[in-house]
């Protein structure tokens, strides 16, 4: 039986999403982030590209919590990420989550619907720049789920996200 959880985030997903879904246009400003692969909707040659403005137009979701990388706790605001997958119609389990570093996380879907992970756009208030760990930052409610507070969680708060692969199963 799926959890209430689960549920809302379906029943979003169909009732909701599905318009935000259709209603993918193409960038007009800057790419800020690609996503790829076990996708339906896409914009731009098989892929979903999304400028500053389009990641605004999601629904936009705050989080008050303490990072290991800065003093005391910043409030980080973006859209959640299960929102952005139902926005290109996710049919993955698994995403691997690219910056522009090169970095590379692999973060299970599960997390984006049992928990408010949010792509950061902001800190405080002042949008992310590359030189402040931007433009966009995976942000897991640490201090809201204090048992997130590990290693495993913090490998996944991808900094500088550029690119989210959606995969149907994980990779070895």
């Not at 896409?42 to 137009?57: H, I, K, P, Q």
């Not at 640490?142 to 989210?164: A, M």
Request: charged share 20%; aromatic share 10%; hydrophobic share 40%.
């Amino acid at each position: 039986m799926l959890g209430w959880r689960w549920g809302c985030v379906l029943l979003w997903a169909w009732f909701g999403g599905m318009s935000l879904a259709q209603a993918l246009e193409v960038p007009s400003g800057p790419v800020l982030l690609k996503v790829t692969g076990a996708i339906e909707i896409t914009n731009v040659g098989g892929e979903a590209r999304f400028d500053r403005a389009m990641l605004e137009a999601l629904p936009q979701h705050e989080t008050r919590t303490h990072l290991p990388w800065y003093d005391g706790s910043s409030v980080y605001r973006g859209p959640l990420l299960r929102d952005l997958l139902s926005a290109v119609g996710s049919t993955g389990s698994q995403l691997r989550v690219s910056a522009l570093n090169d970095y590379v996380s692999e973060i299970p879907v599960s997390d984006a619907l049992e928990h408010d992970v949010i792509l950061a756009m902001s800190r405080d208030g002042v949008p992310m720049r590359v030189r402040d760990q931007g433009p966009l930052f995976v942000i897991y409610p640490f201090d809201d789920f204090p048992e997130l507070y590990t290693e495993v969680y913090l490998h996944r708060s991808v900094w500088q996200v550029s690119t989210i692969d959606v995969r149907r199963s994980p990779r070895p």
